[in-house]
């Protein structure tokens, strides 16, 4: 028998369940805790203590709906936090039987919300649809090729395939047509004249668009270049137009364009609170958003974390055991790899000056508890697109948008202390375009730029997500591949060898092929990253010795 997936309010109203079950203890542990006062009414542990237990059921409470639960604990939080800030009160004789007053109210308010948990009154409008996109690394992009010229459709098929897209062609704008209402592609690219209709390509976009309503990514391709042709091709949806014939090469570039949105990696967000059912509670809003989320209740891991996880965000609350939240985020801030890294406080705390006070220190933003989940995803979208484009622009290369020369060694650092600690494989592999300087000298710098972009294109979009892949400079590549043997990584490298000779390229001298050459290292020989990268650059010297084109592991 299947097990069906908890859906969005299932998995809500088991974190509600989980959180009443366990508030009756939590109560009575925190009641003790104030028991320890009647003796020592200036113990600041102990109030500071009572203080952040209120400060979590406050927000827990708030963000699960259980509204008079969140009012009592922000009036327990007052109290206390007035004893922190006025010493003399804590003297005072009827202290103490307010506090205990407080926490009769709060377990009178529990047994309440608990009465009508089957309620759900936490569960906001956002989570009607009940599926979000999934994290997965480079899924197939399937473009779907209409036009009725066979070898057209063979040579753009082929060429676009050695780019990791899945191609289907279609010689009829019907038959094109019924795939698409079977199933739709992430893009389409479709000829305009047909022979029995000069307009046929645009004409079935059109019809398409009016019947679903949605919008399918298309490249038009022709060979008319008058105004009505290109004018009839804007309206019916599309994103670019090519004369005939066209280049692959510029295909592929648009094909990015148009499918970039729908596969960009997911944000990576970091959830700190010591609260582990509320931390849960808000990266499930996220994580409903298409985002990938960790939690950490204890905020002396932070650093391993940030080192592990490599978020784009960190969502953190302000009161914590250990550290209070600004402490953990001067710590941040004070290690120059964090600098930019954004921090939002996400908290129960109302007081606006608190607030401002957070914000100055390093926070990006400041957002109350309970929070609506629209406003939370929209929050941290926001600044995590922000940080990743920062971020590129220090440690990606300006031509191919790979990962810098700088930036690759420091991720091959890394990627070696972690494959050491778990003993885990891990190869490197350097790459060289073969006989580069031939290709500037003979068709142009433009031209081998273009080379250059393909080869990037190949290795980044055919290479595993959790690959690393590098510009070291010029017409160098590096390649970190994790959990491979040396025989595995020389398969892999090799199909793409094969795939990136048989790209065709253009210039006004003609077209052309090229190929490449590499080296192959393994951690298990170098357990240094200085000489694993010289016996991989002495594996590729190997490959071009030999006669080029080919791939050699290290001897």
């Avoid at 600044?383 to 690759?408: C, I, K, V």
């Amino acid at each position: 028998m299947t097990t069906q997936p908890e859906t969005v309010r299932e998995k809500i109203l088991r974190l509600r369940t989980s959180f009443m079950e366990q508030l009756p203890e939590r109560i009575r542990q925190a009641r003790e805790q104030m028991h320890l006062l009647y003796g020592q009414p200036d113990n600041l542990v102990v109030i500071e203590e009572l203080h952040r237990f209120f400060h979590g059921i406050k927000g827990t409470g708030r963000s699960f709906g259980m509204r008079e639960l969140g009012v009592a604990a922000a009036q327990a939080e007052s109290w206390t936090a007035r004893l922190l800030e006025s010493p003399e009160k804590r003297q005072l004789a009827d202290w103490m039987e307010q506090m205990e007053k407080y926490f009769d109210l709060l377990t009178s308010m529990g047994d309440k919300s608990a009465l009508s948990l089957s309620s759900m009154e936490a569960a906001p409008s956002a989570w009607q649809a009940e599926s979000m996109p999934q994290d997965i690394s480079h899924p197939e992009r399937r473009i779907y090729l209409c036009d009725d010229d066979p070898l057209i459709l063979e040579q753009l098929s082929y060429q676009l395939q050695c780019f990791g897209f899945k191609m289907e062609t279609f010689r009829d704008p019907e038959e094109f047509l019924a795939a698409v209402r079977t199933h739709p592609p992430d893009a389409a690219i479709m000829d305009i004249i047909f022979p029995d209709d000069p307009d046929a390509g645009t004409n079935a976009m059109a019809a398409l668009q009016s019947e679903s309503g949605a919008h399918i990514p298309t490249i038009f391709l022709s060979g008319r270049s008058d105004f009505a042709a290109r004018l009839a091709a804007v309206r019916a949806g599309g994103d670019a137009y090519f004369l005939k014939p066209v280049r692959a090469m510029d295909l592929v570039s648009v094909l990015d364009t148009v499918t970039a949105k729908q596969h960009s990696d997911p944000f990576r967000i970091l959830v700190v609170d010591d609260e582990p059912t509320l931390a849960e509670y808000h990266a499930l809003i996220l994580q409903e958003a298409g985002m990938v989320t960790r939690c950490l209740h204890e905020p002396t891991q932070i650093l391993n974390q940030l080192r592990e996880f490599r978020s784009d965000l960190v969502l953190m609350d302000m009161y914590m055991p250990t550290c209070h939240g600004q402490e953990l985020a001067r710590i941040i801030r004070q290690i120059p790899d964090y600098v930019g890294l954004p921090i939002v406080f996400l908290s129960g705390e109302t007081d606006r000056k608190k607030q401002d006070s957070a914000m100055r220190i390093a926070a990006e933003g400041f957002i109350t508890k309970p929070v609506i989940p629209e406003a939370l995803i929209s929050a941290v979208t926001i600044r995590a697109e922000r940080m990743r484009s920062l971020r590129a622009l220090m440690t990606r290369d300006s031509l191919t948008g790979l990962f810098n020369h700088t930036t690759t060694a420091q991720m091959l650092d890394n990627a070696m202390a972690n494959a050491q600690r778990q003993g885990d494989l891990l190869c490197f592999c350097m790459i060289d375009i073969d006989r580069f300087k031939s290709v500037n000298d003979t068709h142009g710098h433009p031209v081998g730029d273009q080379v250059i972009m393909a080869l990037a294109r190949i290795l980044q979009q055919r290479l595993r997500h959790s690959d690393v892949v590098g510009r070291f400079g010029g017409e160098e590549f590096a390649v970190i591949l994790h959990n491979v043997s040396p025989e595995r990584a020389a398969r892999l490298i090799n199909i793409l060898r094969l795939d990136f000779s048989r790209v065709q390229f253009h210039s006004t001298r003609g077209s052309f092929t090229c190929t490449f050459s590499a080296g192959i290292a393994s951690l298990s020989r170098h357990p240094h990253s200085d000489a694993l990268r010289e016996a991989a650059d002495n594996a590729l010297y190997q490959a071009k010795n030999s006669g080029r084109n080919r791939v050699v592991i290290e001897e």
